[in-house]
């Protein structure tokens, strides 16, 4: 069974760092795209970034785009999302997926002072 | 790149029929298949309808989705509506890049 568990979340101020993990089991992982996608509270989903299975080919949204990376490491099935010069418009629940059926339970990031 | 547009709500009772459209803002609904996720509160979002028609297993056949060239939209159609129902629905396609693209979101409310 595919399980996707998030972490990393928390209280951080206006410009500063965090980073998520989101460990993975149940498949291969080192063959697989994977994705993180945020929820604002109360609005909608967003996609944030993308990473392709040798950790090659990525992309963000333009709206994270120069501040966030995105990495992966294949030995421990996790992928990462760092995440510098916060904004309070970045808080949100951040969720990782495999694919549009598999979705860890996602982590809470709150950027305020 | 295009957008989803999903109205912000949706209400019906309980035994009726509900649909929620997705109309997609250019290019053409039917070159990327849509998917449809139900959100309840405190969830993680679960998919229910995939490539514009199926329906993973465990999902009711109450739950149907379509796609319209006409009028560049897909549907999400849930009939014999449940209180159990009641959740956020969101459409989703890819984009050229095969970069998600999701609508704004749907409230359903059962009443």
């Known amino acids: 069974e595919v399980h996707l568990v998030e972490s990393g979340g928390g209280l951080v101020q206006p410009g500063g760092s965090l980073r998520l993990s989101c460990a993975a089991s149940g498949f291969t992982f080192s063959d697989t795209w994977l994705h993180w996608v945020r929820q604002t509270p109360g609005k909608g989903l967003e996609y944030v970034s993308r990473i392709n299975a040798d950790g090659g080919g990525i992309t963000y949204a333009d709206s994270v785009k120069g501040r966030f990376t995105i990495s992966r490491d294949n030995a421990k099935n996790t992928v990462y999302l760092h995440m510098n010069t916060l904004r309070p418009e970045d808080t949100a629940v951040y969720y990782c997926?495999?694919?549009?059926?598999?979705w860890g339970q996602g982590t809470l990031v709150t950027v305020s002072s | 790149n295009f957008m989803l547009t999903q109205p912000h709500s949706v209400s019906e009772s309980p035994g009726k029929t509900a649909t929620i459209s997705c109309t997609r803002s250019?290019?053409?609904?039917?070159?990327?298949?849509v998917q449809w996720f139900q959100q309840r509160p405190g969830n993680s979002p679960s998919l229910i309808i995939f490539e514009d028609n199926q329906r993973p297993s465990g999902v009711p056949d109450r739950f149907s989705g379509s796609i319209d060239s006409s009028s560049n939209s897909a549907s999400l159609t849930i009939s014999g509506l449940k209180t159990e129902d009641e959740a956020d629905y969101y459409c989703?396609?890819?984009?050229?890049?095969?970069?998600?693209?999701f609508g704004g979101g749907t409230k359903l409310t059962v009443l």
């Open positions: 997926a495999r694919d549009p059926m598999h």
């Open positions: 250019s290019g053409n609904i039917a070159s990327t298949y």
């Open positions: 989703h396609a890819y984009d050229t890049n095969t970069l998600w693209v």
